[in-house]
């Protein structure tokens, strides 16, 4: 059954493989064939995990809770004074917020069917 996943390992090794010649010739001619192929896929591995960042999706989480709250609180301050929220306020607590649940939400193409 074929993944749903974007990103196959073994796919990108294949595709290293494809791109290479000489890699091609030394896989056939070398006496250990599966260190190449390790090789191959310890190369992948690392291009992979740098593609991966989990500091950056913090940080997007951070700086849109951040948001959100801000203009939460901004709102709320400014209802208790009888001050009517500025539209802008309103409209980056609400893209704010959306941004978020969209990087909660379990991709669709991750959910088994």
């Known amino acids: 059954m074929p993944t749903k996943n974007p990103f196959s390992s073994a796919l990108e090794v294949a595709k290293v493989f494809e791109n290479d010649s000489a890699l091609r010739d030394r896989l056939r001619s070398d ?3 599966m ?4 090789e ?3 190369q992948v591995a690392v291009k992979y995990e740098k593609t991966n960042d989990p500091v950056l999706y913090r940080v ?3 700086v849109l809770g951040a948001l959100a709250i801000l203009a939460a609180t901004g709102s709320l ?3 208790a004074f009888g001050i009517d929220a500025p539209e802008v ?3 980056l607590g609400s ?5 978020l649940v969209g990087l909660f939400a379990p991709s669709p193409a991750s ?3």
Not at 35 to 38: A, E, L, S
Not at 95 to 99: E, L, N, R
């Open 40 to 42: 191959v896929t310890r």
């Open 60 to 62: 997007a989480v951070g």
């Open 89 to 91: 306020l309103v409209s």
């Open 111 to 113: 959910s088994s069917q």
């Open 95 to 99: 893209a704010a917020v959306g941004a």
């Open 77 to 79: 301050g400014l209802a």
């Open 31 to 33: 006496p250990d064939p």
């Open 35 to 38: 260190g190449v192929i390790n």
